[in-house]
């Protein structure tokens, strides 16, 4: 019995002894998962913690490098080293004004050192003076014309069938010509060849200097010649020439007839209003009499055969070289005292040449400055017709300042500049 009772204890015990190890085992379970969690917690506790010191730290380096940045805005610091520091002068150290001037001055001497022989350089080799065209050409020197400024035309009276024309620089105006064929119409006006106004009085003195010049020349008071007026370049002003030349022949009371040989560019027949009807085309190839053509004009004793425009370059050597051309020439001397023709200039036209056979005696215009020595001399040296016809050089257009910087005293040039000057 006793046993029984033991053994009963013994189970209650065990059965006590079981339920507590039960609530032990569950409360260590809770202990165990508690702990779990809050090392969990820790570590990201620590995670935390270690991200919050760097992102304070990042600030601070952000925060410090905005202050820096603020103070060099405000504040600019040089990494320059002062050595010494600058003094305020006392009195102007430069630039000096005398080296200033003496500078000045030995520039503007080289300067126009370099400028007055670039200018020497330039004309050397040009037709400047009289004493230029015997030394480099080796042609005889006919005289100087002088450049002039003309006056603007007075109007043309009613009827007469003239317009004015503005005066120009360097070239001279017709005038008041009146060009016609037949007789004189009545009451017309005498033509105002040649410049008015400025320096009239010396080219007029210009034109007939070079109309003594050809009289002296041999056989050049003989009657009957024919006198062809050429340039080595267009633009030298020998249409102006041979217009006036032949208005002073005929003024002198000599018979005149004036042709206007360069179909190309025929400027004397515009000059004169010569657009209609037959001219140097027509009469040389024989569909005109070449009497027929000829248009007398307003001052006694001057004609003028015209060479209308139209004609072709292929046919301007044709018209030139043509026979017709000589046997008109031939028969004009029987009629005229004088026959000037204005031919083409030398270059760049092949036709210049083409009537030199028909001419007793060739004038070449040169102008002063422009015209080249040597271009002049291979013209005239390659032909053997023009170089056995040629009477000699005319300077044209000179300029009274251009012509004493080139003239060497006592030379016939510097003598000229004188007398200009007076």
Known sequence: MALAQRLERARG????????????????????????????????????????????????????????????????????????????????????????LGAAILLGLMIGVALAALREWRGRGLLNTGEDVRRLTGQEFLGYVPEVISAPSRAARPGTGAEPQAGRRGKLEVGSAVFWSG????????????????????????????????????????????IGITSLNPGEGKTTLARDLAAALAQGGATVLLIDAHPRSPALSRAIGATTGPGLAEAVLGTTPWAEAVRRTAEPGLSVLPCLAGVSPGRAAQVLAAR?????????????DHILVDLPPLTPFVEAKAPMRALARVVVVARAG????????????????????????????????????????????????????A
């Open 370 to 421: 422009r015209t080249s020595a040597e271009g002049l001399t291979e013209a005239i040296s390659t032909d053997p017709v023009l170089a056995e016809r040629v009477a000699g050089v005319v300077l044209n257009r000179v300029r009274a300042a251009d012509l004493a910087e080139w003239s060497e005293a006592p030379s016939a040039a510097s003598y000229l500049v004188a007398y200009r000057a």
């Open 324 to 336: 017709g051309f000589r046997m008109m020439i031939d028969e004009a001397r029987e009629r005229y």
């Open 183 to 226: 007789r004189r119409a009545a009451g017309a006006p005498a033509p105002a060849l040649g410049p008015r106004g400025q320096g009239a009085l010396r080219y007029a003195e210009a034109v007939q200097g070079l109309r003594l010049a050809l009289d002296l020349r041999p056989g050049g008071a003989v009657g009957g010649r024919a």
């Open 13 to 100: 015990e065990l059965a006590v002894a079981e339920a507590r190890v039960g609530a032990l085992r569950d409360s260590l379970g809770d202990a165990l998962g508690d702990s779990a969690a809050a090392g969990s917690a820790q570590v990201e506790l620590r995670a935390l913690e270690q991200r919050a010191a760097t992102l304070s730290s990042l600030y601070q380096v952000l925060l410090a490098r905005a202050e820096e940045v603020e103070q060099a805005r405000s504040l600019p610091v040089s990494t320059v080293r002062i050595l010494a520091l600058a003094e305020v002068p006392r009195a102007a150290q430069g630039p000096r004004a005398s080296r200033v």
